[in-house]
């Protein structure tokens, strides 16, 4: 029986420099998730622990170091699902989190609800104890930068929002997203990172998590495109290559996403120069890490 995780850390641009702190965040993160799977940890707090870690790292698009919107605050968004039950939390637009995708499995677990977006999210973090922070914490200078840079009349392009698909040795497989959204995006505008079948889906036979323009991976529904091409009895590798594909026939901009079986083989695909992911399983020595997709897996 084999244990899986794959986690990344989105599309953006990553000059030489740069290079080696996106693939050490990733494996920071997959070591994180690892950790706990190989001490017979849940999928959900494997995924959820990877994810954490990427949040707090302020070179990603998620938590601290999150992209500032039109009126230069952040707002985040992010989603967890049990692909064993079909179980899923969301929210959107939440401020003053310090780790949103803890909020969303808070949400998952109490049972009932599946997305909660901004203040009423935030006052569910509140009653459950999740930790709240300033809001200002979670902005750095680089950010304040980054906004002041860009032009005010666009939403910016795809960034580093993260994500993680996990598979633990009874077979159950977890995924999440977490994201700051597009630089200037408007305020209240929520991207497909929180929307299970968009930027996120799991189920029995695998999961995938997305990143790019919100817009357009919202209108090809890209996550459950995703599963729908494993469910025919692919590759995950393919199922990544052909979603993508299609997404570039069929409408503008980027997106990459990552894509985990039950039987724990990969597949990743990225329309965009590059998508920083990192992966391990149980019948590898080591972690890799990777800035941009060398070769296909299939
Ligand atoms: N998909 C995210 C959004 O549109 C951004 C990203 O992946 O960089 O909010």
Not at 93 to 99: D, K, P, S, T
């Given at each position: 029986v084999i244990s899986a995780i794959i986690v990344h850390g989105g599309l953006a641009k990553v000059p030489p420099e740069k290079s080696d702190g996106y693939r050490q965040g990733c494996l920071a993160a997959v070591r994180a998730g690892w950790e706990l799977l190989s001490k017979g940890g849940s999928v959900l707090d494997a995924a959820e622990a990877a994810v954490r870690l990427l949040e707090d790292?302020?070179?990603?698009?998620?938590?601290?170091?999150a992209s500032l919107n039109a009126d230069g605050e952040v707002e985040l968004d992010a989603a967890i699902m049990d692909g064993a039950t079909l179980r899923a939390g969301a929210v959107a637009?939440?401020?003053?989190?310090?780790?949103p995708i803890s909020v969303a499995r808070k949400l998952m677990e109490s049972g009932k609800t599946v997305m909660l977006v901004a203040d009423g999210a935030r006052r569910f973090a509140l009653e459950q104890n999740v930790e709240l922070c300033e809001?200002?914490?979670?902005?750095?200078d680089e950010q304040k930068q980054e906004w002041a840079n860009a032009s005010r009349a666009v939403q910016g392009s795809s960034k580093d929002t993260v994500g993680c698909v996990a598979l633990d040795s009874d077979g159950r497989i977890a995924a999440a997203t977490s994201t700051g959204g597009l630089?200037?995006?408007?305020?209240g505008r929520v991207g497909d990172s929180p929307l299970i079948g968009c930027g996120l889906y799991a189920d029995s036979l695998g999961g995938t998590s997305l990143t790019g323009d919100g817009e357009s991976i919202i209108r090809m529904a890209l996550a459950s495109r995703i599963l729908a091409l494993l469910h025919t009895g692919v590759h995950p590798d393919s199922a990544a290559d052909a979603a993508i594909q299609q997404f570039g026939e069929k409408v503008p901009g980027e997106a990459g996403c990552i894509v985990l079986d039950s039987r724990g083989r990969f597949g990743f695909a990225h329309r965009s120069q590059n998508m920083a992911y990192a992966y391990l399983n149980s019948e590898m020595p080591a972690a890799l890490a990777f800035t941009r997709k060398e070769a296909p897996l299939a």
């Open positions: 790292d302020s070179l990603f698009n998620a938590g601290r170091g637009a939440i401020r003053g989190v310090r780790h809001s200002d914490w979670l902005i750095t630089l200037r995006k408007l305020p």
